[in-house]
C-alpha cells in the first residue's frame, strides 16, 4: 500500500504512521522473537517505516531484535529510541527516572549498540526527572547530536511548560504522549505549546493499549501484563470503558473500518483540527494488525463522527496513568 510521508520536524520526516516497538517485548506477556522480527519486516514492507523503541522496553529486547531489522534495512527505517526510565517496562521491580547527562550519555552508547547502528534519527527523555533542571537533560541531548550520535531530540510526557523550557535549549523535533479518543488531556496545554513553537507530536497508546480494538478481550490480559498496572483495566473501571470501546465500534460500522482504524483516523483527523504534524504509533506483535493499523490511512471519518468520538472521554472510568505524576497531566 502507498504510506504517505509527514514532516515532524526540518529534516525529520517519517511514514504518516509509525510502529511502536514495545509489543515485541515481553511487556504484555511472552514474545516470539522470530515472530516479532516478522512483524517488523512486514511493517516496513508496507510502508509503515517510522521505528519506535526504547531502552526499557524488556529491558533491551525491543531494541536488539529492532537492531535485526536494521541490519539489512537500516536505509528505510526513521528511527527512534529513548532513555531515562530505569528497570524494564513490565517487570516486577520499582522502576524511576533518571535524566542526568551521565546517563543519557551511557544510554545511548548502550542503544547504539543493541540497534546496530551509529547514530539515530530521533532520540526521547522517556520522562522528565524531577530531580534533575530539563535544561540540564537536553543539554547533555544537543552534546549527542553535536557527537554525530543522535540527529533529533524528542520529550515524552513533558508539560507545555517543560516543552518551551527544554526548546530554548535545543530544537525539539518531536514531543510524544498518550492521546487518544480516551486520553485528551495534552490538548489543553501540550498540543497547543507544540502548535506554536513547531514541535511534531507523535501519539503513543493510540489504540489505548488494544481497548479501542474489536479483538480486545479482557480475559487475555495474563498475570504480567503491563496492563494490570493501568486503572482503566481495573475490575471497578473496565465495565464503563468496554461501553466507551462499544461506541468506537458504532461508528466503526458506519465508517466501513475497524474500531481500531476509527481510533487512529481520529487522531489524525484532531492534527488536522489543531494544525500539527501528527504521527501515531500503535504497536502490534500481529503482521494482520499491522496492516489494519495501515489501512486507517484510508478512512475519512465525518464531522458528526468526529464529533461523537470526541464526546467519548468524558465517559472513560479511571485515570490513564497509576502516578499521574509520571505523566504530563500530573504536573500541569
Avoid at 500481529?286 to 465525518?302: H, I, P
Wanted: aromatic share 6%; proline share 6%.
Amino acid at each position: 500500500m502507498f504510506v504517505p510521508t509527514v514532516r515532524l520536524a526540518p529534516g525529520l520526516t517519517v511514514s504518516a504512521q509509525g510502529y511502536g516497538a514495545m509489543s515485541v517485548s515481553p511487556a504484555y506477556g511472552p514474545a516470539d522473537p522470530d515472530e516479532a522480527l516478522a512483524t517488523l519486516h512486514h511493517a516496513v514492507d508496507q510502508g509503515i517505516t517510522f521505528i519506535d523503541t526504547a531502552n526499557v522496553y524488556g529491558d533491551g529486547v525491543s531494541e536488539t531484535v529492532v537492531g535485526k531489522l536494521l541490519a539489512d534495512r537500516r536505509d528505510e527505517v526513521q528511527l527512534a529510541t529513548k532513555f531515562g526510565l530505569v528497570g524494564a517496562v513490565g517487570s516486577s521491580g520499582n522502576r524511576r527516572i533518571d535524566g542526568r547527562p551521565e546517563y543519557a550519555k551511557q544510554c545511548i552508547d548502550e542503544s547504539l549498540s543493541r540497534l546496530g547502528v551509529d547514530s539515530v534519527d530521533l532520540y526521547y527523555l522517556h520522562r522528565v526527572d524531577p530531580q534533575v533542571p530539563i535544561e540540564e537533560s537536553v543539554g547533555a541531548l544537543a552534546d549527542l547530536v553535536q557527537a554525530g550520535k543522535v540527529r533529533h531530540i524528542g520529550l515524552s510526557e513533558a508539560t507545555g511548560d517543560e516543552l518551551r523550557r527544554a526548546h530554548a535549549v535545543h530544537p525539539i523535533a518531536a514531543i510524544q504522549s498518550e492521546w487518544s479518543i480516551v486520553s485528551r488531556d495534552v490538548e489543553k496545554n501540550v498540543v497547543p505549546t507544540a502548535v506554536e513553537l513547531g514541535i511534531g507530536f507523535v501519539p503513543y497508546s493510540p489504540v489505548s493499549r488494544g481497548l479501542l480494538t474489536d479483538g480486545f478481550d479482557p480475559a487475555e490480559i495474563g498475570e504480567k501484563d503491563l496492563r494490570r498496572r493501568f486503572p482503566r483495566f481495573d475490575d471497578e473501571a473496565l465495565p464503563a470503558n468496554l461501553s466507551v470501546r462499544s461506541e468506537v465500534q458504532a461508528v466503526a460500522r458506519e465508517a466501513g473500518a475497524t474500531a481500531a482504524q476509527v481510533a487512529l483516523a481520529w487522531l489524525d483527523a484532531k492534527g488536522r483540527e489543531f494544525g500539527l504534524p501528527s504521527v501515531a504509533i500503535p504497536g502490534t506483535r500481529y503482521a494482520a494488525r499491522v496492516t489494519e493499523n495501515a489501512g486507517a490511512l484510508d478512512v475519512t471519518l465525518t464531522g458528526e463522527h468526529v464529533a461523537r468520538l470526541d464526546a467519548l472521554a468524558a465517559q472513560v472510568a479511571g485515570p490513564r496513568a497509576a502516578d499521574p505524576q509520571w505523566v504530563s497531566l500530573g504536573r500541569e
